[in-house]
């Protein structure tokens, strides 16, 4: 499992990711899920995934062996990100349908070769776009009121982007509520972990990135966060209203 997510606000496109991979307790390493596809001043274009390691890594080499082949389509020759989305659901259906077959080596009860998709970005000449690719090839953009999109392990990170994040949000402040989303996911789940990778795209820079930052799980930004949140959490715990209220008007 993994987690990713992605953030759309007037000051550009956030992007976060884990680097955890498990093929079970024994057999835990990092592998990057946040993929860049840059021409400076004509498209920037950041790609995370989420799911079978595997059918990810397909996706990310075809991707990579049709731009070294010039192939008649390519992410450098797309005239809209969404058009990107499109092609990165076709390649991602038609890897995972190699393993889903019942002839397939490895296939049988319980395997799962679905992968999922993040990306975002923007092409000269339009605005910059967000998209959540399925395993089932379609997509979906982030809504204008909730603008942020997450893949993988999304429920324990969900949270503090519905009560922070909105269009207008600073950049900075979306980026440090982004961290806190993924520190809050691997408290919770193990098979969620550092370094954690975080990116910001500035609308219509055109350039690969303004910030990019690497956490690995004992950075000093790292654990100062950490600290900082768990002990505001407590604070604000304490001074919730205590249940003698309740209990005042039973009486």
Not at 17 to 44: C, E, I, L, Q, W
Not at 59 to 71: H, K, M, N, P
Not at 173 to 201: H, K, Q, W
Request: with cysteine.
């Amino acid at each position: 499992m993994t987690y990713c997510l992605a953030i759309a606000v007037e000051d550009g496109l956030i992007f976060c990711s884990d680097s955890r991979t498990n093929a079970g307790p024994d057999r835990v390493s990092t592998y990057s899920k946040m993929h860049r596809f840059s021409v400076a001043y004509d498209r920037s274009l950041i790609l995370l995934s989420a799911g079978n390691l595997a059918t990810s890594q397909a996706v990310i080499t075809q991707i990579q062996r049709d731009l070294e082949e010039d192939a008649k389509f390519n992410i450098l020759k797309a005239r809209y990100v969404a058009d990107v989305a499109d092609y990165v659901g076709e390649i991602n259906v038609r890897e995972q349908a190699k393993y889903t077959a019942s002839s397939a080596p490895g296939a049988g009860p319980g395997f799962n070769a679905t992968a999922s998709f993040i990306i975002g970005g923007q092409i000269k000449g339009h605005s910059q776009e967000l998209y959540l690719v399925y395993p089932e090839g379609n997509h979906i953009t982030a809504s204008e009121i909730y603008p942020y999109l997450q893949i993988g392990e999304t429920k324990y990170g969900k949270p503090i982007l519905d009560r922070i994040i909105r269009p207008d949000t600073p950049y900075e402040t979306a980026m440090r509520c982004a961290v806190v989303s993924m520190d809050s996911t691997i408290r919770s789940n193990a098979t969620v972990g550092p370094p954690l990778e975080c990116l910001f795209y500035r609308n219509n820079s055109l350039k690969p990135h303004e910030r990019y930052f690497n956490l690995p799980e004992h950075h000093p930004y790292l654990a100062k966060l950490r600290q900082s949140w768990d002990e505001g959490l407590r604070d604000a715990f304490d001074k919730l209203p205590g249940f003698n209220e309740v209990f005042a008007d039973d009486e």
